[in-house]
């Protein structure tokens, strides 16, 4: 497939993991944000291509994974009212809750639908006016504009049965608070390059220059993450820190700026919980005061939910690179992707079940 | 700013209970992966226990008077109900042919039920009804018994089909899951994903146009050729619901050994590539309704590559693994880049991916 098997060619993908080798002197933690890039990683074996030195840890950047606890459950119980409609991404419907997932809500009887595009979860609203239609609205800043223009049409339609759960984070904030954690182990961050289409680089650039670390934009094939990786392995040797863009086919330094405005008009940048790892300050996005006819909390005055967990998951340490899915005492026995433990065992982007489906083999031998 | 230190809030981390599966029947049970695999252990074969149906194959062969006979049985709930290269009713005769033809049992007759939901357009079932004679025909099976049911509006979906089937086993035929051995070869018969991708693109609310056509026919003509050359076979599945991956996780557990393919020997159009990529699927748990898979010992495994691929239904037929002694249970597979990874059973429905 044009532009794409150029990007899996096994000659580049070897040549690029012979120069790491010769180029690495000494042990290196690169950690990649997006969980695509970890689900690259574990499927095409890139582990196995690299030196000893490096090691690669699997970041925060799966937006089904830290999609906090109260959220699910909020949406499980719109969900079971018998006027409302939930449309979510797919990979949403099996993440667990404090006590059912969306799966299980649709077999007790809920309409829950899956949508490819936010703005499928407005026409249903348009053609059946009937129901209450919320759209579950998750993930980084590669969704937020396609989430953005759903409530922004539906407010030019003057549509009065569409709302949104919102629960969006932001990549930066999270880098931030990795870099000022007493336990970091990260020497250098692949960003990923599908938010950096959206944003641009503006913001990695401050990172790299706050920080000191170096920072590289990088794409999802196999190519691009050996390719990512070796930029990095060149900086880390040479003792340098600068923000580079290997993505370079999609990512531009202003990012799309069109994109970025639907988003300022709908959104506001807000204090946000992340799933396995805590409240970020300014770390989300919430639904500006002038859409709140369409925040589904407000709409359905949810008011706070509170979820007590158990902690057996070790989910924050592994989407903080502090430990790999392995070594959880439940890994592969209590939690696997039929009976999740915790969320990075669900999508197939989580760290977890990227390890539990391509990898297990390399663990039980 | 000044962000909270992450470790700080390690105190409040977030990790949520297990939940019960087993409570209720979930759209994943009848996909073909664990949960469907699940269900069968549980409850139904602690239920009907016997020798015949202990081989868990996608047929029963029975003896009667020294005859052995393949029975098996298939629903269909496929919608929408007529999408590009067939429909529920030729796909009801194929799925039924081919479940006796990976037994290795020349299919003879079948019956047919439907259910219908009240409301149901006539003409409908006129142009379903008239492409079953059609496959029927084309198949050499006769269709000699029935029944109807119809249910009221909103209580079925249009049109459920049922068809059982019988067939007669040659003698020196001996298929079965459970007989694969290290060293044997991994036959398909050609490309994998057209037909969940057919259905998939016809979807509603997908806003995805494509020329993908199923794959839909029936398969015994293929066996019958492959059985002329050679009846050295272990065993022949077609890799219809949760795909080719669920088809070889089941025969490695059922013969104790590791399956290891090649990736870069797999058939897949571009077209189902392509639309996999955009959808986040991988093609290798997308429903086939034309295609087999073939576990033979090595040494018949290239005059046998060589009938399938003469045969109108193996075009473009490959040898695409082996079967091992390590990681017995397991199917993995060497990626071009030459790693290797598992290709694991699906858990429940494949779930398309947000980004």
């Known amino acids: 497939m044009k532009y794409l098997d150029e990007y899996r060619d096994q000659r580049i993908a070897r040549a690029l993991a012979s120069e790491i080798t010769q180029r690495t002197t000494q042990p290196w933690v690169l950690m990649e944000i997006c969980g695509g890039q970890t689900h690259t990683i574990m499927r095409y074996g890139l582990d196995e291509l690299l030196p000893r030195g490096i090691e690669l840890v699997h970041g925060p950047g799966c937006p089904v994974c830290v999609t906090p606890l109260e959220t699910v459950d909020k949406a499980i119980e719109l969900a079971l009212r018998p006027d409302v409609t939930l449309v979510s991404y797919g990979d949403m419907l099996r993440v667990p809750g404090s006590s059912s997932d969306l799966l299980r809500a649709k077999a007790q009887g809920a309409d829950v639908r899956i949508a490819y595009s936010p703005t499928e979860a407005v026409k249903i609203a348009r053609s059946n006016p009937e129901r209450k239609v919320v759209f579950l609205a998750i993930g980084f800043e590669t969704t937020a504009p396609a989430n953005a223009m759903a409530a922004w049409q539906a407010k030019r339609e003057g549509l009065t049965n569409f709302s949104m759960l919102v629960s969006h984070v932001l990549v930066p904030p999270a880098i931030r608070a990795l870099m000022t954690s007493s336990n970091n182990r990260v020497q250098g961050f692949i960003a990923p390059g599908h938010v950096c289409t959206v944003v ?57 700026v069109p994109a970025q405005e639907i988003m300022a008009e709908v959104f506001e940048v807000a204090d946000q919980k992340w799933r396995g790892i805590g409240p970020i300050p300014q770390s989300g996005l ?21 979820v007590d967990e158990p902690a057996e998951c070790i989910s924050a340490q592994v989407l903080q690179g502090l430990k790999k899915p392995t070594d959880c005492a439940a890994f592969g026995m209590r939690c696997t992707p039929e009976n999740p433990l915790g969320a990075p065992m669900v999508s197939s982007e989580g760290a977890c079940a990227a390890y539990y489906h391509y990898r297990r083999h390399a663990i039980e031998n | 700013m000044s962000p909270k230190s992450v470790a700080d809030i390690n105190l409040d981390l977030s990790c949520p209970a297990p939940i019960a599966v087993k409570d209720t029947i979930l759209l994943g049970h009848g996909s ?32 009667v008077n020294g005859q052995r006979l393949a029975i098996t049985t298939d629903s269909f ?42 409301g149901f357009a006539m003409e409908e079932l006129r142009r379903v009804v008239a492409s079953m004679r059609q496959a029927a025909t084309a198949a050499g099976v006769q269709i000699v018994t029935g029944d109807t049911k119809v ?18 086993v040659p003698e020196g035929v001996d298929f079965s899951a459970d007989q694969a051995q290290a060293g044997d070869k991994v036959l398909l018969s050609g490309s994998v994903g057209d037909h969940g991708i057919a259905i998939l693109a016809q979807r509603e609310g997908l806003e995805f146009e494509t020329q993908i056509v199923s794959d839909s026919a029936a398969l015994h003509g293929l066996v019958s050729e492959m059985l002329s050359v050679t009846r050295e076979i272990r065993c022949m599945r077609d890799p219809t619901r949760g795909g080719v991956s669920s088809t070889l996780n089941e025969i490695a557990q059922q013969s104790g050994v590791g399956i290891e393919l090649q990736e870069s020997s797999l058939p897949i159009h571009e077209q189902v590539k392509g639309a996999c990529e955009l959808l986040g699927l991988d093609p290798l748990y997308v429903a086939n309704e034309g295609k087999l898979i073939a576990i033979v010992p090595a040494e018949v495994a290239d005059v046998l590559l060589e009938t399938m691929r003469r045969h109108p239904l193996g075009g473009e037929a490959q040898i695409i693994g082996t079967v091992t002694k390590k990681n017995p249970g397991l199917v993995t597979m060497r990626t071009p880049l030459g790693t290797t990874r598992v290709v694991d059973m699906l858990a429940g429905d494949q779930l398309p991916r947000i980004c």
Do not use: W
Request: charged share 25%; hydrophobic share 45%; with cysteine.
């Open chain 1, 200 to 256: 641009g680089c503006r913001e990695y650039e401050t990172l790299v220059r706050d920080f000191r670390i170096p920072i590289v934009v990088g794409g999802f094939e196999p190519v691009d993450i050996l390719e990512a990786v070796l930029l990095l392995v060149r900086q880390l040797e040479a003792g340098e820190a600068r923000l580079e863009n290997q993505y370079a086919r999609s990512v531009s330094y202003k990012g799309n």
């Open chain 1, 286 to 306: 919430r639904l500006r005061e002038e859409y709140a006819a369409y925040d589904a909390n407000r709409v359905f005055e949810l008011g706070e939910f509170t």
């Open chain 2, 32 to 63: 073909g992966g664990k949960l469907s695999a699940e269900l069968i252990r549980d409850i139904f074969l602690p239920a009907f226990q016997n020798p015949v149906l202990a081989h868990m194959d996608d047929q029963g062969v029975v003896s």
């Open chain 2, 77 to 118: 709930v496929v919608k929408p109900l007529f999408f590009p290269g067939g429909d529920i009713g030729s796909l009801a005769v194929h799925g039924t042919v081919n479940d006796l033809a990976m037994g290795g049992a020349t299919p003879l007759f079948l019956s047919v039920a439907f259910i219908i939901e009240e």
């Open chain 2, 151 to 168: 249910v009221e509006k909103g209580k079925g979906d249009g049109l459920f089909i049922n068809t059982t089937g019988i067939g007669v």
